[in-house]
C-alpha cells in the first residue's frame, strides 16, 4: 500500500466508465500512482478540486479503453480511493436498456444489481485468513442515491431505481438472453456494476451508480442490436449529462456524513481478530484497521 501526504487526499471518488475516461473542469489537479495489496490500479488517479469538493477519479477501463470487464482491477481500484480518503464513490457506467421507456439518452441511478458474471473477478477482499459477510440487499447506498437523482434532473430525462444484469461480457447478450433478463422484470443491462459494489461495500464506502442508457441491448425491433461503436457514440455524445451531474451534486454533496455504508463490518466479521498473522493484518490494515485489537 502507498503512503500518501495530505495532499493527495479526497473525500468523493468517481469512477468513469465507457466514454469517460478524464474529467473536465477539475483544479488544482494532481496525477498520484497508487499500489495497493491488491495490485495497481486501472490507471493513475486524478486528484482535483470540483465545485468545491476534493475528488479523486479514475477511469475503469483505463485511460484508451485498455482494460475489458472481466479484467477490470476492481479490487485495487477501490482500495486506492479509500486510501486516498474517499467516503462516497460515484461510479459512472454506459448500460443498454431492457425496458421501452428506458430510452437511449436517459440517465438511470440504479437501486438494484443481478449478478450474471461467471469468471472469478475478485469479488471479495477477504481472501485469506478472515471471513466477512456484508449485508448487500441494498447495494447501492440508499442515501446517496436520491442526491444523485435530483442533480441529474436538470441534465436529462431521470429513473429514479432499475435493477442492473451485470453480465460477464465482453460480448453483448444473445437475443433469448436478453428476453430472459426482460421477463425478469431487469431494467438496465452492462458488465462492470459487479464486483464494484460488492467490493465498495466491504471497503464501507457509500457507493451510488450514474448509468447512461447508450441503446436498447438487442432485444427491440425497432432498433439495431448494440454495438461498442454505437456506445461509444452516444456516451460522446450525452457525457455532458453526467458531468453537468456530477459538477450539480459536489455542490450540495455533504462529505461528512454518518450512513450505515460506512459501518458495514460491524457486525459482519466472523473470524476472531485477535490472532491475525502479522502479514494478513498488514494486508487489511485499510480496511479492518478500526476492528483490529490494538496492543
Ligand atoms: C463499450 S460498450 C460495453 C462496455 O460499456 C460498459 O462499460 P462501463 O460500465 O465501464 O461504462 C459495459 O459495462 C461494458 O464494459
Ligand atoms: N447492451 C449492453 N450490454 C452490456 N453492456 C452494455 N453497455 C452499454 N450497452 C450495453
Known sequence: ????????????????????????????????RVSTPYGEPSDEVVLGTLSGKRVAF????????????????????????KSLGVRQVLSISAVGS?????????????????????QARGNSFFDQDVVVHVPFATPYCDRLRPLLADAARANARVHTAGTYCCIEGPQFSTRAESELYRSWGL??????AVPEARLAREAELCYAGLALVTDYDCWHDGHDS????????VMHR?????????????????????????????????????????????RYALLLGKY????
Open 226 to 233: 448494440v454495438t461498442a461503436q454505437a456506445v461509444a457514440e
Open 1 to 32: 500500500m502507498s503512503v500518501h501526504g495530505v495532499d493527495d487526499q479526497a473525500e468523493v471518488g468517481i469512477i468513469g466508465g465507457s466514454g469517460l475516461y478524464a474529467l473536465d473542469g477539475l483544479t488544482d489537479v494532481r496525477r498520484v
Open 187 to 192: 431494467d438496465i443491462i452492462g458488465m462492470t
Open 58 to 81: 479514475l477511469p475503469r477501463h483505463g485511460e484508451g479503453h485498455r482494460i475489458s470487464p472481466s479484467h477490470l482491477p476492481a479490487r485495487a481500484n477501490i482500495h486506492a480511493l
Open 292 to 295: 483490529l485489537p490494538t496492543g
Open 238 to 282: 450525452n457525457g455532458e449529462a453526467a458531468k453537468a451531474t456530477l459538477t450539480a451534486l459536489l455542490t450540495t454533496l455533504p462529505t461528512d456524513v454518518a450512513c450505515a455504508c460506512q459501518n458495514a463490518l460491524a457486525t459482519s466479521i466472523i473470524t476472531p481478530l485477535t490472532k491475525l498473522p502479522e502479514s494478513t493484518r498488514d
Open 98 to 118: 431492457l425496458r421501452e421507456d428506458y430510452a437511449p439518452g436517459d440517465l438511470v441511478v440504479p437501486d438494484q444489481i443481478v449478478d450474471r458474471t461467471s
